[in-house]
């Protein structure tokens, strides 16, 4: 851990602060000309596993942007590879798993043991942390195991989940081993990040808004539980981010995360209520509002603020990532103005 009193790891623990801490998922990506530049030379796995590279990039959107914490530059679906199940990026498809997990046996086959290969992560969180110091947080990141397994499952990205819900339905064994086997391999790599320097977790879990609650609870919710469990052992404390969840909040928390990301979709006092006031929350501008004139940014920058009301446990941010084509001056305006517009009141710190 290398800035334990930043404001933006006190406000993961609801902890008082000066102002709201400001962040955005996919602060390091393809909207950015720095970020390209580097991408025109390497591929974004090359990028990955060359800690060197991945600190640079991760180092520089944050000194770019000027926001309250650097999320180490690194994808999803790393951990797949080293649980022997190769896949690659193509240009029109995004992710493609060449073998996807549809029977028992390839569950079975999946390893565990080797998430150590992962080191260049953490080697790259120890170099960011190291470049910050106390100055900046470092959030380290993995993936929930229904995202991850839904993508193991589908061999991509998907529509409708349905390989992945029907192996939950039809063979809730083997669905849950993989569940199982994901949790214990993200834990290792997030636990590796923390040892690193990380201070934060976020455990990204993109599509579990498909799910129907009751589904929710009964097949991914208690493994999801065990790994937010096994990441709090490492002394971080915990994100837990998924979109489309309005439905799912207060199972999610159930999860005993200290932050929920919210996406755009519901009102960030409404998420509030519904988590019964408890805990920190994350979020939750439209990324597609960063597309707009400034004043109309501005504009919904403040109603977030005003619904935050300045209470402890606020994050600001996206309600998912940056997308490519967004403005860079957008966003470096949105980071200055959350900065200028949430100080609290002497007398409420
Ligand atoms: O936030 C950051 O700045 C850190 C970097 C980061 C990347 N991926 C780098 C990346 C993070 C946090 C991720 C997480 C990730 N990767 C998620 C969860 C976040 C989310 O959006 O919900 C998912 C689902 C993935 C898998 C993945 N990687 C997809 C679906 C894609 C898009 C494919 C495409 O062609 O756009 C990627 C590629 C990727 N990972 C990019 C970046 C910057 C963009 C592509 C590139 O540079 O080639």
């Known amino acids: 851990m290398s800035a334990p009193d930043s404001r933006f790891v006190r406000a993961?623990?609801?902890?008082?602060?000066?102002?709201?801490?400001?962040?955005?998922?996919?602060?390091?990506?393809?909207?950015?000309?720095?970020?390209?530049?580097?991408?025109?030379?390497?591929?974004?796995?090359?990028?990955?596993?060359?800690?060197?590279?991945a600190a640079e990039v991760t180092i520089a959107a944050a000194e770019i942007l000027k926001v309250d914490a650097a999320i180490i530059f690194a994808d999803l679906l790393l951990p797949l590879e080293v649980m022997d199940l190769p896949f690659h990026f193509s240009s029109h498809e995004g992710p493609v798993i060449e073998h996807p997990i549809r029977q028992r046996s390839d569950v079975a086959r999946l390893r565990t043991d080797c998430a150590g290969d992962l080191a260049y992560v953490a080697e790259a969180v120890s170099t960011v942390a190291k470049h910050f110091g106390t100055k900046l947080p470092v959030i380290g990141f993995c993936g929930a195991p229904f995202t991850l397994a839904s993508y193991m499952i589908e061999g991509g990205g998907s529509r409708h989940y349905l390989h992945t819900k029907k192996m939950m339905y039809a063979q809730p064994k083997d669905f849950d081993l993989l569940l199982e086997k994901l949790v214990l391999v993200a834990s290792q790599y997030a636990t590796q990040q923390v040892r690193a320097g990380a201070d934060v977790?976020?455990?990204?879990?993109?599509?579990?808004?498909?799910?129907?609650?009751?589904?929710?609870?009964?097949?991914?919710?208690?493994?999801?539980?065990?790994?937010?469990?096994?990441?709090?052992?490492?002394?971080?404390?915990?994100?837990?981010?998924?979109?489309?969840?309005?439905?799912?909040?207060?199972?999610?928390?159930?999860?005993g995360a200290e932050v929920i990301g919210l996406d755009w979709r519901?009102?960030?006092?409404?998420?509030?209520?519904?988590?019964?006031?408890?805990?920190?929350?994350?979020?939750?501008?439209?990324?597609?509002?960063?597309?707009?004139?400034?004043?109309?940014?501005?504009?919904?920058?403040?109603?977030?603020?005003?619904?935050?009301?300045?209470?402890?446990?606020?994050?600001?941010?996206?309600?998912?990532?940056?997308?490519?084509?967004?403005?860079?001056?957008?966003?470096?305006a949105l980071a200055a103005y959350v900065a200028e517009h949430s100080a609290r009141s002497a007398s409420v710190v």
């Open 201 to 255: 977790i976020q455990v990204f879990d993109s599509w579990v808004g498909c799910l129907a609650v009751e589904d929710y609870r009964r097949y991914v919710l208690p493994r999801t539980r065990d790994l937010v469990k096994q990441l709090q052992q490492s002394g971080a404390p915990v994100i837990y981010f998924g979109t489309d969840t309005a439905t799912l909040l207060e199972a999610m928390q159930e999860t």
């Open 266 to 332: 519901i009102p960030l006092d409404q998420g509030w209520e519904k988590l019964g006031n408890r805990g920190a929350l994350q979020g939750n501008l439209d990324p597609v509002v960063l597309f707009a004139d400034r004043r109309y940014l501005m504009s919904c920058a403040q109603a977030i603020l005003d619904r935050a009301a300045g209470r402890d446990g606020h994050i600001f941010n996206l309600g998912h990532g940056i997308l490519p084509e967004t403005p860079v001056e957008n966003v470096k």
């Open 12 to 53: 993961c623990k609801s902890l008082p602060v000066d102002r709201t801490p400001v962040w955005f998922m996919r602060q390091a990506g393809r909207y950015l000309p720095e970020y390209r530049a580097i991408r025109k030379l390497h591929s974004l796995l090359e990028i990955c596993k060359a800690p060197r590279l």
